[in-house]
């Protein structure tokens, strides 16, 4: 009966077989530790990912609501400062409607209407661009004309055509005006 005993032989692994199986084991274990550390990582840096956008979009959509807020908030700023303005143009336009009205006063009311209101807008950063008698500058002023001038230097302002403005130091709109060429040639006097 030694064939039996051959038999429960073959059906047991060798330790050599078993030492083979468990290094296999342990090689896959390993494998697939970096495997699953890697995808880990992976997930939580995809979450940090989308709560990052997540945050940059709430923190564009804060900045515009604020921004929308600010320009809501100037505007009121100098409409209330405009209001009086309003009420005293009001006020003249009824005074020019009476039967009996003084055009000398109505034009007095009205200039003082345009201080009034010139004064306001000044409160607010705007100036006026009046460059009479100042050499052209083409950052601020628009040349419409050139004209010969014997009392304004060449490439000077003569006259301002359409007054210019500045906010705040920014160019709203430049000035028009006319630019001497300088004296008349002697022959086309």
């Avoid at 995808?39 to 940090?48: L, Q, V």
């Avoid at 009476?98 to 004064?119: H, I, W």
């Amino acid at each position: 009966m030694p064939e039996p005993e051959s038999e429960a032989t073959n059906a047991q692994p060798t330790p050599a077989a078993e030492a083979t199986s468990n290094r296999a084991a342990e090689e896959s274990n390993d494998s697939a530790a970096p495997l699953a550390a890697a995808r880990a990582e992976a997930a939580a840096n995809y979450d940090k990912y989308m709560r990052a956008a997540a945050d940059l979009e709430n923190f564009r959509r804060r900045t515009m609501r604020e921004k929308d807020d600010l320009r809501l908030t100037a505007t009121g700023r100098v409409l209330e400062d405009i209001f009086p303005v309003l009420d005293t143009l009001g006020m003249a336009i009824q005074a020019a409607r009476q039967p009996n009205a003084d055009v000398k006063s109505l034009v007095g009311g009205v200039d003082m209407v345009l201080t009034q209101l010139k004064t306001a807008l000044g409160n607010h950063g705007l100036k006026e661009i009046q460059p009479a008698g100042q050499p052209f500058d083409p950052h601020q002023h628009e040349a419409i004309a050139h004209q010969p001038s014997a009392t304004v230097k060449e490439e000077h302002v003569i006259e301002v055509v359409r007054t210019g403005y500045v906010l705040n130091g920014r160019l709203l709109r430049p000035a028009s005006v006319v630019v001497s060429s300088g004296p008349a040639p002697e022959g086309k006097r």
